[in-house]
Structures are given as structure tokens and as C-alpha cells.
């Protein structure tokens, strides 16, 4: 691991890596913000999973997060949103498919399945080499925006002994019915509809046999609400299958980081309390 | 004026907009940040000057200061940091000179002596235009970041009944004496010294009749903090001539936004208290 930055942020430090990745055979790029407390002892971790083209970098510069998982004595890790190393035809031609959109999920198209494996990369490997290298202890949370809010969910329905709690702002929850998802599933999964249903937060649900609580925030004047995000479906889903789903629409937030903002405390208590935290 | 966009924001709305100035002759943006309280009640303004390399958007999207904002009740206005739409000689090859440089004084040295006109602009003309455009009050405070914090000191020190309290975070606070400020100042405003010393805040304050007090953050892990911003200076004339200053050395934070994120609130509430806010 090299250490490409360390900068003290609300008591605590924010500090970047980069390190070869055998998940997605590759260079990959995290931020970690270690609170004060983790001088002490070991803390747990939230791992946020950003949206369509960002990096490490954005919620930690923009979410305001620092102060409350400071206050609470929680780490936040941020990993990049695809492999970056590579460069297959169309990778880098589109903001919503191939390098910054990976989608957390397992490709199995080529080019994209020799190294687009961000779902191992976030729920296997990652989480090893920080419980290897830092004071963190295994408990965890996971929380995403938008691609990211997809993320999350889908990695805490696919493993909910795993993480104590999940959250997401604005997230495509029904991939399988959404632009955004059918061009990234057909990309990454191919034209075979029946192996994107277990990347489909909406599609986990139906199975879902352990029935950890989703807490959504998601801002009505958000450009992408109906087209893409459609949160109604994730509604109908849960109460179909009694799955409980804390759904706050927020009147006239927008898709951006200054929504996240104003959430992100309620967001950071709500992992804190089932991290025992507070 | 046009408004360029408008997002909501810890419950106010950030607005910026694009308008024609007489100052600089020319086309300026600015960002303002309305609290809630400005739907019901006018409400003081605190004006944020960033420093080099910015625009009007860095600090409300990386300082986090609007839930703190919204709380106290205060607008937040932030001008960009020069003129945009000229093409000088020289004007955009420099990170430290020209575009995203103005320094906050008025230029005298042509062409730039033509729009460069910072300081008439965020003392008297958007203020002006503020006022009469928005839910705000007279009252007002000013801080700002390196240049800006620099450009802080030396508006409220010319004008110490126009502001109700002044702060920086880490402040160009002798720019006569730092290579930043030699280059700045010799393009600006020509080779005789002598015309530099109304815009230097250690050479203000010798002069300072009303002694506005000044709150100053400067990490001690600033990589500016020995070649350019040198607080001891103003410390050292802030004591002999009993002006009120309170510096604080944050130990281990470096010249970044994660820095002014950390300490903003602090800054927030020193001026909410200044404008009877709390």
C-alpha cells in the first residue's frame, strides 16, 4: 500500500491509498477517515459507495461528514467507482458506463470480466486489507449515493449478517427497469435478463430472508427521480414482502452533494446506533 | 442579474448568479446562501473571500458551513476571486497572478488597472447589490482563505464600521513581505512600495483608529505557513500597537478545505455573535 496523502480533518485523519487490487487485478485508489478515537482503539467502519462519476474523493470533500464520525468515533472508507487501469473499447466514452460507473457488481462480459469486479472488491477484499492495516474493528456499515445507493443495498442484501446496518441517498433501486441500469447490466452482464436480477436492490428483496431495515433519503426535486430512481418501486417491493424501508422524501432536494450534506448526520447516527456506538 | 442555478441546501437555498459589474466592468458570478430564516425575516450577511485558484463555488461546496448557517440565521455571500473576461498579457498563465489572483485591491498598473477592481467590488458594489436583491440586512461580517483571508483583514480594516466582525483562516497577513504578495502587488499596482502599504494588513494596523478585533485560525502543518503567510508578523504588531487578536495555531492541519471544514463553525458563531445573532 502506498500512502498517497494524510491530512488532519475535525480531529481526525483523512488519509489516501493506493494498492494492487487482486479482486479487480489492478491499481486501486481508497480514502479512509480514521476519527480521533482511533488513536485509542478500534472503531467501526461505514464504507460509502459514491455515484456515476466520482472518485474517493467526493463525498470526503463534500459530504461534511468529518465532524459526526468524528463526534461518534466512526471510520468512513471510500473506495473509487470502477478499475481504472484499463482501457476496453468504450470504457472511457460515457459518464454512466466503463471507468467511474462499475456499478458494484461482478462483470462477466469481456473485456469488462477481467478486472470490473467491484462487488468482491468491496465486500471481500477491501474490507480485509483495512481490517488488515488499520485500528478498525470487523463491525461495518455501508451507505452510497445514487450508483453507490444501488451499491449498498445490493451488498447489504447480498450479505446482511455482514453489515450492521445499510443507508442510501437517491438510489437506483430497480437497475433491471431504468436506463441507467440496462445499459450498464447489458455492458458488464450481458443481454440475459435473468442473471441481472441478483444486482437488483427491488429483484434482493423478494428473497430476502434476514430483513435488515433500509433507511433512504431521497430528495423530490432530484432530476433523476423518475427516470432513473424511482423509489416507488422499492416501496411497493418492501410492503409487499413486509421488508422494512425508512423512505424520506425531502421536498425540493436535488440529486447533489448539497442534499447529502444536509442529511449525511442523520445517515451517521442512524449506522452509529446499530454499530453501538451511541 | 441571471440566475445560473439554485439548490437547496441544510433547509436554505444556495443561489448563484451572474450580473453585470460596474466595478470591474464586466461579467461577475456570485453565490449566496439564503437560510431558512430568510423567508420569514431579513437576515445579516457574512461575506467569504477564497483564495487563490477559486471561484465563487469552493467553499459552499467543500467548508460544510450552511447547516451551521441555517441554524444561526446568517446569509453567506461569495464573490468570485477576480475578474473573468478579459485577456491580458499574462492574465491566465500563473495560478498566483491574473485570473482566480485579483488579491481584493484595486489594480493602478494597466491594463489590469482597466477591471481588476476586487476591492471596490466586494466592499461597495455587492453589497449594494445584495441588499437590494435579497432578504438581507446592512449588517455584515467578512472572512475569507489565504488571499481571501487577506482579503478579509484589509477590507474591515479600511472599513471597521462597515463590518460587524472580521476572521480569516490562514491569511496572507503581510503580503508586502512574501513572495505571493511581491508578485501580486508588482503587477497590480507598480514598483513603488509606497502605494502597497494600504492594502498589507500588518501596515494597516499600525494605522487601525477603530480596532475591530480580528480571529485568525492558521494551521501549523501549512505548507504556505513560513515563505508567505507568516502569522508571527501580525502577531507581532497586533501587540505593539494593542490590537485585538486572537490567533490560533490548530496543530497538524495543513492549508486545505478539510482544515477550514474543521474550524468553520467556530468562525461561524464568532460572527453570529457580532451580529447579535445569538
Avoid at 11 to 24: D, I, M, N, P, T
Avoid at 135 to 147: D, F, L, N, R
Amino acid at each position: 500500500m502506498e500512502l498517497l496523502s494524510s491530512t488532519k480533518s475535525s480531529g481526525g485523519w483523512l488519509k489516501r491509498y493506493k494498492h494492487q487490487s487482486e479482486a479487480v487485478k489492478g491499481e486501486m485508489v481508497f480514502a479512509i477517515y480514521l476519527p480521533p478515537q482511533a488513536e485509542q482503539k478500534k472503531v467501526p467502519v461505514l464504507y460509502w459507495l459514491s455515484g456515476l462519476t466520482c472518485t474517493d474523493e467526493n463525498f470526503m470533500q463534500k459530504a461534511g461528514a468529518q465532524a459526526m464520525a468524528a463526534e461518534l468515533g466512526l471510520a468512513i472508507v471510500c473506495p473509487d467507482t470502477s478499475p481504472r487501469g484499463t482501457d476496453y473499447p468504450g470504457e472511457h466514452d460515457s459518464y454512466d458506463f466503463g471507468s467511474a460507473a462499475g456499478f458494484y457488481l461482478n462483470a462477466t462480459v469481456e473485456p469488462y470480466a477481467q478486472t470490473y469486479k467491484m462487488y468482491d472488491y468491496v465486500v471481500q477484499e477491501l474490507p480485509q486489507i483495512i481490517e488488515a492495516n488499520f485500528p478498525v474493528t470487523a463491525e461495518k456499515s455501508i451507505s452510497g449515493h445514487s450508483m453507490g445507493g444501488h451499491g449498498a443495498l445490493i451488498c447489504a442484501l447480498k450479505n446482511p449478517s455482514m453489515y450492521a446496518s445499510v443507508s442510501a441517498f437517491a438510489p437506483i433501486v430497480n437497475p433491471t427497469q431504468c436506463p441507467w441500469g440496462e445499459k450498464a447490466f447489458t455492458g458488464y452482464l450481458g443481454s440475459d435478463r435473468e442473471s441481472w436480477a441478483q444486482w437488483d436492490t427491488c429483484l434482493l428483496i423478494r428473497d430476502a430472508k434476514e430483513k435488515l431495515p433500509l433507511f433512504v433519503d431521497q430528495g423530490d426535486a432530484d432530476n433523476f427521480l423518475e427516470e432513473q430512481l424511482k423509489p416507488e418501486a422499492l416501496e411497493k417491493v418492501c410492503a409487499e414482502h413486509n421488508h422494512p424501508l425508512t423512505l424520506r422524501r425531502q421536498p425540493g432536494y436535488d440529486h447533489s452533494y448539497f442534499f447529502i450534506a444536509t442529511f449525511i448526520n442523520d445517515h451517521l447516527q442512524h449506522h452509529a446506533k446499530a454499530l453501538n456506538l451511541c
